[in-house]
Nanobody, 126 residues
Framework: VQLQASGGGLVQAGGSLKLSCLAS??????????MGWFRQAPGKEREFVAA????????YYSDSVKGRFTISKDSGYNTMSLTMNSLKPEDTAVYYC??????????????????WGQGTQVTVSS
C-alpha cells in the first residue's frame, strides 16, 4: 500500500484547510483497517490527531482537535480526508497519514501503523 498526503499549506489562525490521503494498492483496503492522521512539529514526537475505521467509519479524535477537525473517507476512491477548521498556531506541523492493519497497540500509537505517507506541511500563522 502506498499513501500520498496532500492539501497542506499556509493559513491564518482561525482559517481552514482540508488534507487528503490517497491509498494506492493492488489489493484492497480491509474494513477492519484503520486510517489515521498524525502530526509532528519540530523537536516534538509524532502525535495522534484522528483516525477512522475503514468499514464502519468509526472515528476517534485527540482532545486537542475534537470539535475542530473532521475525518472522513471515500471508499470508492480509497481516499481519506481531514477537514481542519478554526486552526491555531499550535496546529502547525507536518501531517502524516497512515494505515493500521492490526489494532493491537491501539489507534493512537504511531508505532503500530504499517504504512505511512510522505507528510504534508501545515503552517498556521498568528
Amino acid at each position: 500500500v502506498q499513501l500520498q498526503a496532500s492539501g497542506g499549506g499556509l493559513v491564518q489562525a482561525g482559517g481552514s484547510l482540508k488534507l487528503s490521503c490517497l491509498a494506492s494498492t493492488s489489493g484492497r483496503i480491509f474494513s477492519s483497517w484503520i486510517m489515521g492522521w498524525f502530526r509532528q512539529a519540530p523537536g516534538k514526537e509524532r502525535e495522534f490527531v484522528a483516525a477512522i475505521r475503514w468499514g464502519p467509519g468509526t472515528t476517534y479524535y485527540s482532545d486537542s482537535v475534537k470539535g475542530r477537525f473532521t475525518i472522513s473517507k471515500d471508499s470508492g476512491y480509497n481516499t481519506m480526508s481531514l477537514t481542519m477548521n478554526s486552526l491555531k498556531p499550535e496546529d502547525t506541523a507536518v501531517y502524516y497519514c497512515g494505515i493500521l492493519r492490526s489494532t493491537g497497540l491501539g489507534w493512537t500509537t504511531s508505532k503500530g501503523y504499517d504504512y505511512w505517507g510522505q507528510g504534508t506541511q501545515v503552517t498556521v500563522s498568528s
